[in-house]
């Protein structure tokens, strides 16, 4: 009897105490479950950011592509003295071959660091190597009171590397978006030829040029 009536007297924290328990048991749970949605919210939105610039790399891949042939072909017909002594480039040239503006990179820029490490430095690296081909491209144009020349090595060579390191970057965000693989892959072959003549031929004249002077 005095042990019923102790634990009478206790009924009441053991109620609060089992309420309390119950509240925190909830609230773990809601937090569980808060930080799962999140979580997939999350990998939701690193796929639309993937998805978005996977568009915008395939145009730009294309077009690097276009533009470093075009260039390639340009100087090995105007620019190597088979035609005479013919300026290679001009603005209007340039005008042709320019590559089309970035929008999605610069607008996701700030969500870039949400995708997977090794896609985040591919990507950077690409649009790195794009950047660098559209500034030197203008460059190639003479300037009468620039007193040197551009070589195309300055535009072929970031353009062959913004074209092959769209690939990898491509199937990495193929993988993740569960997107079908592409088919095209843009042929830079005559680009490549033609910067590793004017290399070789930069590198056979510097070559000569030593060799008289000793």
Same mark, same amino acid.
């Not at 042939?69 to 042709?96: C, M, S």
């Not at 896609?119 to 300037?143: G, I, R, S």
């Given at each position: 009897?005095?042990?019923?009536?102790?634990?009478?007297?206790?009924?009441?924290?053991?109620?609060?105490?089992?309420?309390?328990?119950?509240?925190?048991?909830?609230?773990?749970?809601?937090?569980?479950?808060?930080?799962?949605?999140?979580?997939?919210?999350?990998?939701?939105?690193?796929?639309?950011?993937?998805?978005?610039?996977?568009?915008?790399?395939?145009?730009?891949?294309?077009?690097?592509?276009?533009?470093?042939?075009?260039?390639?072909?340009?100087?090995?017909?105007?620019?190597?003295?088979?035609?005479?002594?013919?300026?290679?480039?001009?603005?209007?040239?340039?005008?042709?071959?320019?590559?089309?503006?970035?929008?999605?990179?610069?607008?996701?820029?700030?969500?870039?660091?949400?995708?997977?490490?090794?896609?985040?430095?591919?990507? /950077?690296?690409?649009?790195?190597? #794009?950047? *660098?081909?559209?500034?030197?491209?203008? @460059?190639?144009?003479?300037?009468? &009171?620039? +007193?040197?020349?551009?070589?195309?090595?300055?535009?072929?060579?970031?353009?062959?590397?913004? /074209?092959?390191?769209?690939?990898? #970057?491509? *199937?990495?965000?193929?993988?993740?978006? @569960?997107?079908?693989?592409?088919? &095209?892959? +843009?042929?830079?072959?005559?680009?490549?030829?033609?910067?590793?003549?004017?290399?070789?031929?930069?590198?056979?004249?510097?070559?000569?040029?030593?060799?008289?002077?000793?």
């Amino acid at each position: 009897m005095c042990l019923y009536t102790e634990l009478k007297g206790w009924q009441g924290l053991i109620g609060s105490l089992m309420g309390f328990g119950s509240l925190i048991a909830g609230a773990l749970f809601n937090s569980q479950l808060n930080r799962k949605r999140d979580k997939l919210l999350r990998q939701d939105e690193m796929i639309a950011v993937a998805s978005a610039l996977y568009g915008e790399i395939l145009v730009q891949r294309r077009s690097v592509a276009y533009m470093a042939n075009a260039v390639a072909n340009r100087y090995w017909d105007w620019g190597t003295g088979k035609l005479g002594q013919v300026r290679p480039f001009d603005k209007h040239f340039i005008e042709w071959v320019s590559l089309p503006p970035l929008k999605l990179y610069p607008a996701l820029e700030a969500k870039i660091g949400m995708l997977p490490s090794d896609l985040v430095l591919e990507v /950077v690296m690409f649009y790195a190597h #794009v950047e *660098q081909a559209k500034t030197w491209l203008p @460059k190639l144009v003479d300037d009468p &009171e620039r +007193p040197f020349s551009y070589g195309i090595d300055f535009v072929l060579d970031p353009s062959i590397k913004a /074209v092959e390191g769209a690939s990898k #970057v491509l *199937q990495i965000i193929e993988s993740i978006s @569960k997107i079908t693989q592409t088919k &095209e892959i +843009p042929n830079i072959t005559r680009a490549r030829e033609v910067l590793k003549f004017e290399l070789e031929r930069r590198m056979q004249a510097d070559q000569g040029q030593f060799d008289l002077s000793q």
